[in-house]
């Protein structure tokens, strides 16, 4: 096994269940490298205390990579990947050299699947239900309490700001960020904009991968979406689908026999052993995630014990969808 460029040692603040967490969780994993875990609960809202706004001020995301050795804290799921690519030899190289047709051809692909805003898919498919196809499988005491949280985000930011005047620009942005996506979400006509959106993706991806089984079917068993090497494009996909299938849009958007190529493809990326990994590492969280909500609103531990239910919920129906 190739050994990495430089020891380092890397902290990832990061909640398993979020769509951008699970993109760097599955480099870190494809990259073979360790990292000493730092759970942000979204369910307790960490994401939005001072002690994290200080690491990720003007980010929207959870999570956030700290390179202890070089002192370095880097932000953006997208950044953070390629960070983690160019740390470690081991395994595939997920963002081929930019300057190569490869290269171009999975960062211009990245960038599509980057563009798709999940959480106006997932909160739009939370608020206006029947635009599921086959019924969303998060459970219906979760929903209730993203749909509160989600209410009440920008006043509870309102708040922050005039508590912690250094981060009051920090809050003050993630407010109206918050706001803009309330309209968005409640807005039914917009987030069927978004979901068509995302089928002339995936219809290009269905088209992508059966050009690809056609030109290489005979010559690898096993393709991906830029053939036998697994790329950041691929996690990106993977993670689309985990997400699409939870939501119960799965079928609305690569049914087996409309989109047999992508039905294909994620039965595989279900025996890639990273992927593997990630799904255990979210049904062994369960004590844990309760634990540090438990922490994080003690002393009032009634309200502690909600969130740790809301946890076990979130831990439920991911156990559900492997």
Not at 80 to 106: A, C, H, R, W
Not at 285 to 294: F, K
Request: aromatic residues 10%; contains cysteine.
């Amino acid at each position: 096994m190739a050994q990495s460029k430089a020891e380092k040692k890397f902290t990832l603040y990061y909640f398993p269940t979020s769509y951008s967490s699970q993109k760097v969780l599955l480099a870190l994993f494809e990259k073979e490298l360790t990292f000493t875990p730092r759970l942000v609960s979204l369910f307790s809202g960490q994401h939005n205390q001072p002690w994290y706004v200080k690491l990720n001020p003007e980010g929207a995301h959870v999570p956030v990579l700290k390179d202890e050795a070089a002192d370095m804290i880097i932000n953006e799921p997208e950044n953070i990947m390629e960070y983690v690519d160019k740390s470690s030899e081991n395994g595939e190289t997920l963002f081929p050299d930019e300057s190569s047709e490869l290269g171009k051809q999975v960062r211009q692909l990245c960038k599509r699947l980057d563009m798709v805003e999940m959480d106006i898919i997932t909160y739009g498919i939370i608020y206006h239900p029947h635009l599921s196809e086959a019924g969303c499988q998060i459970s219906g005491a979760e929903q209730r309490s993203m749909r509160e949280n989600f209410a009440n985000r920008l006043s509870y930011l309102t708040e922050l700001a005039a508590a912690h005047p250094a981060l009051r620009d920090s809050y003050l942005t993630k407010s109206q960020i918050a706001a803009q996506k309330f309209d968005t979400i409640t807005d039914e006509a917009k987030v069927k904009g978004h979901l068509e959106a995302l089928k002339r993706l995936m219809k290009d991806i269905e088209q992508q991968l059966k050009d690809l089984k056609e030109k290489n079917g005979d010559v690898a068993d096993v393709l991906w979406l830029f053939g036998p090497m697994f790329t950041s494009a691929d996690i990106h996909l993977t993670v689309l689908l985990n997400r699409l299938t939870l939501l119960g849009m799965d079928k609305y958007y690569f049914p087996p026999d409309q989109c047999p190529h992508i039905d294909s493809y994620f039965s595989q990326v279900k025996k890639r052993p990273t992927y593997i990994r990630l799904e255990k590492e979210i049904s062994t969280l369960r004590l844990t995630l309760l634990w540090e909500n438990l922490k994080a609103w003690s002393p009032f531990l009634a309200g502690a014990a909600g969130i740790g239910v809301v946890a076990g919920g979130a831990y439920l129906v991911y156990k559900k969808n492997k």
